[in-house]
């Protein structure tokens, strides 16, 4: 990813992008662990970060608004001792009035005013408490935010408030975002690149206007399908099936018993991630997908 750049990941509910999300933030716990791969920001690895330096990394490097950051709040600190409590973790330096301004110039960035530094999470409104979740998550200025179902929970009109204050929050940081979700419609308006996961896998990731127009994948075009549509009228379409379970997945390709378009190679042989369209050089445009129909296997 670039600098300023937003990329999306959707994929139903299971399909890994909570976990992905948790991963690149290594806060995933035993018995669940990292296998392979690798996690490059600028020059860190963060695969192979020791845990303290790995510590000093969030937030100041890479940072997450947690899927249900409403909840995530203390309930007995106030607001303000919270936003501080992150930044002291990272930064030995004075607190005071020094501090209290840092805190209210977070507020004022995200939009609140900076007498909400005094409240308790339970004063707060919804929108309120993702604000406060985000104003966190930047207080140290990171390089890349993800933003985990940012808008759920909220309605329509706080949604676009609070997207608005997030996408304005990313152009004066110029950090890039992660923005995971359900709303295909949300990720149509916001972001440049869309990921769609499926069992754990990136299936297709491509610009997001093409993805939903031309879909390579033949599960991203049953995703774009299922989608209902104010120009035509019809019965909803959803993906017959169901995920399958990550603990006993099927051979090969995951998504072969729901999948329209099987082949005989797709039982026995996972697809790799390969380069099915690319516009010129720059692999921000190129288009990817994990489907045997896109690289010639058939047994």
Do not use: W
């Not at 919804?126 to 998550?137: D, L, N, T, Y």
């Amino acid at each position: 990813m670039l600098a300023g750049e937003r990329l999306g990941l959707v994929g139903e509910s299971g399909s890994g992008k909570t976990t992905t999300a948790m991963a690149l933030m290594r806060l995933i716990h035993p018995p669940g662990r990292i296998e392979s791969g690798r996690a490059q920001l600028g020059d860190l690895e963060l695969l192979s970060l020791s845990d303290e330096q790995m510590r000093q990394a969030r937030f100041a490097h890479i940072s997450l608004i947690p899927q249900g950051v409403m909840n995530s709040l203390n309930p007995v600190m106030r607001v303000g001792a919270q936003i501080a409590d992150t930044i002291q973790a990272h930064e030995q330096g004075p607190g005071g009035e020094k501090m209290r301004a840092r805190v209210s110039n977070l507020l004022s960035l995200v939009e609140l005013d900076p007498d909400t530094a005094q409240m308790y999470p339970h004063e707060l409104s919804g929108g309120m408490k993702q604000r406060v979740g985000m104003a966190i998550s930047v207080a140290l200025r990171p390089q890349v935010i993800i933003a985990d179902e940012p808008t759920s929970a909220l309605d329509v009109v706080v949604q676009k408030r609070v997207m608005d204050t997030l996408f304005r929050v990313q152009g004066e940081l110029d950090a890039a975002v992660i923005l995971v979700g359900h709303d295909m419609g949300l990720m149509a308006q916001c972001v440049d690149r869309l990921g769609v996961m499926y069992a754990g896998r990136l299936v297709e990731l491509g610009p997001v206007q093409q993805l939903l127009e031309q879909p390579l994948h033949p599960y991203t075009r049953l995703l774009v399908s299922s989608l209902p549509s104010l120009d035509r009228r019809g019965e909803f379409r959803g993906i017959p099936g169901l995920p399958p379970s990550l603990l006993d997945p099927p051979a090969g390709c995951p998504f072969h018993p729901r999948c329209p378009e099987a082949i005989d190679g797709c039982t026995t042989k996972i697809p790799g991630l390969t380069t099915v369209v690319a516009d010129d050089d720059s692999a921000r445009i190129e288009r990817r997908a994990a489907c045997h129909l896109h690289t010639g296997v058939t047994s």
